[in-house]
């Protein structure tokens, strides 16, 4: 592969495991205050963060690419209510989708047809993500002070289920 895109392909692994580690933190923030469905909607979101970076470690792997894992950077905390959080949650998923869009450009620019096929799984997935995110923003400004709202929003948000993210055409890990 493309020495730039391979290098930019690493960066979105750290990028992702820093994600991981940012909503790691958030569901340890709601533990805290006991609120346990988005402790819980968090801590998914956690494992969805880490599957994309593996993903793409599998991807490289599976191209004959060298992977490097840089440091990850420690998360922010210090939230003071919920509606703060997913609006940080909201705000580093555009981070994300930026990251991710230079990166199918540069899939596009160098040719690499199987890279920009790739990626398309994980330009859809931001699209995803930031929907859940407004959706969740909406619903907790709509509640606004009320702590009945805030409880019965929490109660939905523990519903979440986790199913490993599929990429298509990814072989299975070793
Ligand atoms: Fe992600």
Do not use: C
Not at 72 to 82: F, H, I, M
Not at 132 to 161: H, K, P, V, W, Y
């Amino acid at each position: 592969m493309n020495e730039k895109l391979v290098k930019a392909m690493n960066e979105q692994i750290n990028k992702e495991i820093y994600s991981a580690f940012l909503y790691l933190a958030m569901s340890e923030w709601a533990m805290q205050k006991g609120l346990k469905g988005a402790a819980h909607w968090l801590y998914v979101q956690y494992l969805e963060e880490m599957a994309h970076g593996q993903n793409i470690y599998r991807y490289l792997q599976v191209r004959g690419d060298p992977v490097e894992l840089y440091p990850v950077a420690k998360p922010e905390s210090g939230w003071n209510s919920l509606l703060e959080v997913y609006r940080d949650v909201l705000a580093h998923e555009k981070t994300v989708t930026a990251s991710i869009a230079n990166l199918a450009n540069i899939s596009q620019d160098v040719r690499d047809h199987a890279t920009s096929i790739f990626l398309e799984w994980y330009v859809t997935e931001q699209v995803e993500e930031e929907g859940n995110a407004t959706d969740i923003i909406q619903r907790l400004q709509l509640a606004g002070d009320n702590l009945s709202g805030l409880l019965m929003i929490d109660t939905e948000l523990s519903a979440r289920t986790f199913a490993p993210p599929v990429v298509p055409g990814l072989p299975p890990a070793p």
